[in-house]
């Protein structure tokens, strides 16, 4: 069984302090006041040692000094100093970040990389979930796409309908190729509200599954059989994959208009 003693160093090292530290903390909340000899026997931890652990207490204010040398004492501050130390912590640290966020962009400049495709894999439910999030924040007004409906609707239930909406709500219209199904053409019907023009082929021939969403210089790629989520960035590879769609788009148009396979939603469209 554990004693009350390491229970407690182990919460001390959890808000951030070393195991010395939360030692000789510990040492000095027991002895009320010590020498640094007396801490030192206390904490368990050597002489050298604690003169050090003391002066980063004392400067995370949590142990102060009284009296000159050679009768140097030590004592530590009242527990409710650490809430004070962590909160100070948490602010320098919010502080940090900002001045991180601004400099990432010069580090971009000198990034070696910065020119290569980058490419990212998100794995799971969430990970699908968090490719479709990504393309929300579409700095283009437009998303074309490849997609069949029944796929991505019977993968991640009950998401869809307010993905359409919010995008919708940001103005970012959609292109769309669908495999010609019942629930794709149900869907369809719903193409002004869901600021959406949509387009069939026919599924015997041209039926797929994953879904492709290009915007702005990323291609989005949803594995809904495999539970993948790919986005790749690259403005040369979106650009080519803008070309094929435009290809596939002028052919899936005529293929509609020659064989009657869209459905005309309330709009006309």
């Known amino acids: 069984m554990k004693k009350p003693v390491d229970n407690l160093t182990g919460k001390l090292i959890s808000f951030g ?22 801490t030192s026997r206390k904490a368990n931890v050597n002489r050298a040692t604690t003169y050090v652990i003391l002066d980063s207490l004392i400067n995370k204010g949590l142990a102060s000094m009284s009296g000159k040398k050679p009768k140097q004492e030590y004592y530590a501050e009242s527990p409710d100093k650490l809430a ?22 010069e580090l971009k400049l000198i990034q070696k990389s910065a020119t290569r495709p980058q490419i990212k894999f998100y794995e799971g439910i969430e990970g699908l979930r968090y490719v479709f999030e990504d393309s929300l924040k579409a700095e283009s007004d437009n998303i074309i796409a490849f997609s069949s409906i029944e796929d991505q609707h019977s993968v991640i239930k009950g998401y869809f309908p307010e993905y359409y ?11 769309a190729i669908f495999p010609q199904t ?19 082929v026919p599924a015997d021939q041209f039926g797929f599954h994953p879904a492709i969403n290009v915007y702005d210089n990323k291609v989005m790629i949803a594995s809904w059989r495999e539970k993948l989520g790919i986005i790749i960035e ?19 148009k005529r293929l509609d208009k ?7 939603n309330e709009a006309g469209v």
């Open 17 to 38: 302090l070393s195991e010395k530290e939360a030692s000789v903390y510990i040492a000095l909340l027991t002895i009320d006041r010590g020498t640094v000899a007396q």
């Open 84 to 105: 004070t130390y962590l909160e100070k912590q948490a602010e320098e640290s919010t502080r940090a970040a900002e001045k991180a966020k601004e400099f990432a962009s």
């Open 165 to 175: 909406r919010r995008r919708a709500k940001r103005k970012l219209f959609m292109r």
């Open 182 to 200: 019942s629930m794709g053409i149900e869907r369809a019907k719903k193409d002004p509200e869901e600021y959406r023009e949509s387009v069939f």
């Open 234 to 252: 690259s403005a040369e590879i979106a650009d080519a994959m803008k070309k094929i769609f435009e290809l596939a788009w002028a052919e899936a």
């Open 258 to 264: 020659q064989s009657g396979l869209g459905v005309k």
